[in-house]
């Protein structure tokens, strides 16, 4: 099977887990495609979630130490599409990307697996952590076969993640991290036994969480604090 990762043309956490996990399961890689930062015109969130991370490792160079094609290019550009035909790409594994366009999508014969921080479909969009809390849904990971519509698609697979009565926030958020990198083998083994008409579709029916508002993250701790106290 040849497979592609989308990746962040900088150094990354989810880009630089997933490339070496997948160089540790021996799943041969065809080239990673690495788009430059763009900026996002969101608000700053008052309550972080995620850790901080240092000395991370550029996924070039990675690619330059394992022989791996790496290729800095926009992921909604026809060089990029050329790319993917070029490579004959039958799998693309999202382990960094802004929304794909539909010709991208399609230029890859399976489809592209993405890896949501929360339960599809009840937690679609943003900050999908800090809503599931809120709303008092279950805390999770989603692997799905994405389509052109946001966090929709077909379900690979969705697990729960424990929480433990001394948690916080960012331990949550690693552990959540730690899941959609240890599911990455189990994924790519599930979708090549099956059809992919065989997945369920995504229920887009529910509503798309936009980024939380700052009012809404102080309540925030007190649920938290509340679903605390209840394990």
């Given at each position: 099977?040849?497979?592609?990762?989308?990746?962040?043309?900088?150094?990354?956490?989810?880009?630089?887990?997933?490339?070496?996990?997948?160089?540790?399961?021996?799943?041969?890689?065809?080239?990673?495609?690495?788009?430059?930062?763009?900026?996002?015109?969101?608000?700053?969130?008052?309550?972080?979630?995620?850790?901080?991370?240092?000395?991370?490792?550029?996924?070039?160079?990675?690619?330059?130490?394992?022989?791996?094609?790496?290729?800095?290019?926009?992921?909604?550009?026809?060089?990029?599409?050329?790319?993917?035909?070029?490579?004959?790409?039958?799998?693309?594994?999202?382990?960094?990307?802004?929304?794909?366009?539909?010709?991208?999508?399609?230029?890859?014969?399976?489809?592209?697996?993405?890896?949501?921080?929360?339960?599809?479909?009840?937690?679609?969009?943003?900050?999908?952590?800090?809503?599931?809390?809120?709303?008092?849904?279950?805390?999770?990971?989603?692997?799905?076969?994405?389509?052109?519509?946001i966090d929709a698609g077909r379900i690979i697979m969705k697990k729960?993640?424990?929480?433990?009565?001394?948690?916080?926030?960012?331990?949550?958020?690693?552990?959540?991290?730690?899941?959609?990198v240890n599911l990455l083998p189990q994924v790519i083994k599930e979708?090549?036994?099956?059809?992919?008409?065989?997945?369920?579709?995504?229920?887009?029916?529910?509503?798309?969480?936009?980024?939380?508002?700052?009012?809404?993250?102080?309540?925030?701790l007190e649920k938290w604090n509340e679903r605390l106290n209840r394990?």
């Amino acid at each position: 099977m040849n497979i592609a990762v989308f990746a962040y043309n900088f150094p990354h956490k989810k880009t630089q887990d997933f490339l070496f996990r997948l160089l540790l399961e021996n799943i041969d890689v065809k080239c990673v495609l690495a788009s430059d930062f763009v900026e996002l015109n969101l608000t700053e969130s008052i309550l972080r979630v995620k850790p901080r991370h240092i000395d991370l490792v550029h996924p070039q160079r990675i690619c330059e130490r394992f022989n791996i094609p790496y290729y800095n290019v926009m992921h909604n550009s026809e060089e990029c599409e050329e790319l993917l035909n070029k490579y004959d790409i039958d799998l693309g594994i999202i382990a960094g990307a802004r929304i794909l366009k539909q010709n991208i999508i399609e230029s890859v014969k399976i489809g592209i697996i993405n890896f949501h921080p929360g339960i599809l479909p009840e937690v679609r969009g943003l900050d999908a952590l800090k809503w599931a809390i809120y709303n008092d849904l279950p805390i999770g990971v989603t692997a799905h076969l994405i389509d052109s519509k946001i966090d929709a698609g077909r379900i690979i697979m969705k697990k729960e993640v424990p929480i433990y009565k001394d948690d916080t926030l960012i331990d949550v958020s690693l552990r959540l991290h730690e899941f959609q990198v240890n599911l990455l083998p189990q994924v790519i083994k599930e979708v090549e036994s099956k059809p992919k008409e065989m997945f369920q579709k995504v229920d887009i029916s529910l509503p798309y969480n936009r980024k939380m508002e700052a009012d809404k993250e102080m309540i925030l701790l007190e649920k938290w604090n509340e679903r605390l106290n209840r394990i």
